[in-house]
């Protein structure tokens, strides 16, 4: 009742509704925080009575820093203001505050949280832009407050369930777990409880947006609200890899993404040097290829993790054709883009692919892994045109690289056309027009 009566006082001394954004981590800079900024700018441009707010975790910066910045890496600028709401606590929601149960200690820090941005702030629409969903309760039962979420992906999936089944290791799934019986068995109950509580955390949400058709469907099965869900496709800069020509001098392999170990560079490594051997030394040989890989660094474990792919290439005997470019500028990596032949990614089941819809837009002929959203909405026919290519093994990735570097210049430069007007459909405006239509019932009862 506080809370709701502080609501309507706020509502009549401001003379409209406002809408708040949950994004502890908008200054970030990557696809998230696109669809952030994005949404915002749609949303200002259709409802000019309305007053908008981001939670944010930040610190260190101030509101007009963090719009700079968002000008500067995604070429946005909102057309009137936002208000920022500091949260002091954003350590709750950090996955390195919780060494075991990370799942359950994130999720309970973001209630945590989104009680710290509730009281400093009540919206009448609350927007879970990250996927902390359970603050969506928080908002909806104690703010009183409508309540839409855009996932980007799945907390927990059934996905992660079958790797723990069937004990295999992995990222999220620690070795001594995988080769313990019980240990396995208990992790299986404790990811089913937590898949229990995630739906019903999830099902709160009046309108829920996701990124992906892999997303989709793990969310249905999760929060079983299909009324209520549609796919909305992030927004991709395409346009800035689109007006760039290309001068593929080389054929260069290329890899964008961050250094995690889900991204799995190892693999890209291994494919690689299993395609340089069926190479000969002559000409358009082995000594023609390059692998590039290009991505940021966001702490020491990632800079670790870098040196040990370093490290991978050496004893594998490939250092000399093997580039890393970390945290380049955005004018460097648009270069690397349109002048490679391939764009690599090796990351199983990706929910979405931002890197893979730049690569295609820039012109490279993608070679992804037959998995999550690259299989089900990115690499897929267009007009009946093949747009790329999918592999999931060693020996997969080099078949297909050396299938791209056989294929004729006339072959590949219709490949790249196909991909490049396949992209179209995940464009600014693309998303702006989806996101809107998704919102609009829970907007006009704003405004009513």
């Not at 313990?180 to 404790?190: E, F, G, Q, R």
């Not at 079983?224 to 991709?236: E, F, G, M, N, Q």
């Not at 909405?377 to 093949?386: H, T």
């Not at 210049?409 to 027009?433: G, Y």
Request: glycine share 8%; net charge neutral.
């Amino acid at each position: 009742m506080w809370l709701q009566g502080r609501r309507k006082a706020r509502r009549a001394q401001d003379d409209g509704p406002a809408v708040a954004f949950f994004h502890p981590y908008c200054n970030a800079g990557g696809g998230g925080e696109r669809v952030l900024w994005c949404s915002l700018r749609a949303l200002m441009h259709r409802y000019p009575g309305v007053s908008f707010v981001v939670y944010t975790g930040d610190q260190g910066v101030t509101g007009e820093q963090i719009l700079e910045g968002a000008r500067q890496r995604f070429h946005i600028t909102l057309p009137r203001s936002v208000t920022f709401v500091f949260l002091r606590h954003h350590v709750l929601v950090e996955a390195s505050s919780y060494p075991h149960f990370t799942l359950l200690g994130q999720s309970a820090g973001s209630m945590f949280l989104g009680w710290e941005a509730l009281t400093a702030f009540v919206p009448d629409l609350y927007v879970d832009s990250m996927g902390y969903a359970f603050t969506l309760p928080i908002f909806r039962y104690l703010g009183g407050c409508k309540v839409a979420s855009y996932v980007h992906y799945p907390t927990v999936s059934t996905d992660m369930l079958s790797v723990v089944r069937e004990r295999n290791p992995g990222f999220n799934n620690a070795d001594f777990i995988s080769r313990n019986p019980i240990l396995s068995a208990l992790k299986v109950v404790y990811y089913c409880c937590f898949a229990l509580l995630y739906g019903l955390a999830g099902s709160c949400s009046d309108v829920i947006m996701v990124n992906s058709t892999w997303t989709l469907g793990h969310i249905l099965a999760l929060w079983r609200s299909p009324s209520r869900t549609s796919i909305v496709y992030p927004p991709c800069d395409i346009r800035a890899f689109l007006d760039v020509p290309g001068d593929r001098k080389r054929h260069s392999i290329v890899s964008v993404g961050q250094f995690r170990p889900e991204k799995d560079h190892q693999l890209q490594i291994r494919a690689f040097r299993k395609l340089l051997d069926r190479k000969g030394d002559g000409p358009g040989g082995r000594e023609s290829l390059r692998l590039v890989l290009i991505g940021g660094c966001r702490n020491q474990e990632d800079e670790e993790r870098v040196l040990m792919l370093r490290g991978l290439c050496q004893e594998l005997g490939i250092a000399d054709y093997v580039e890393f470019k970390l945290n380049i500028p955005f004018e460097e990596l648009k270069r690397e883009l349109v002048d490679a032949t391939i764009g690599l990614h090796t990351m199983w089941n990706e929910h979405f692919g931002i890197g893979v819809v730049e690569c295609m837009a820039a012109g490279t002929i993608i070679l992804a892994h037959k998995s999550g959203g690259p299989k089900l909405d990115i690499v897929v026919p267009y007009e009946g045109r093949q747009t790329g290519f999918l592999a999931d093994s060693e020996d997969s990735y080099a078949a297909a690289m050396e299938t791209i570097l056989s294929l004729s210049p006339t072959a590949r430069l219709e490949m790249r056309r196909n991909a490049r007007d396949s992209v179209e459909r995940f464009s600014d405006q693309e998303f702006e027009s989806c996101f809107l239509a998704a919102m609009e019932p829970l907007m006009g009862s704003l405004e009513r």
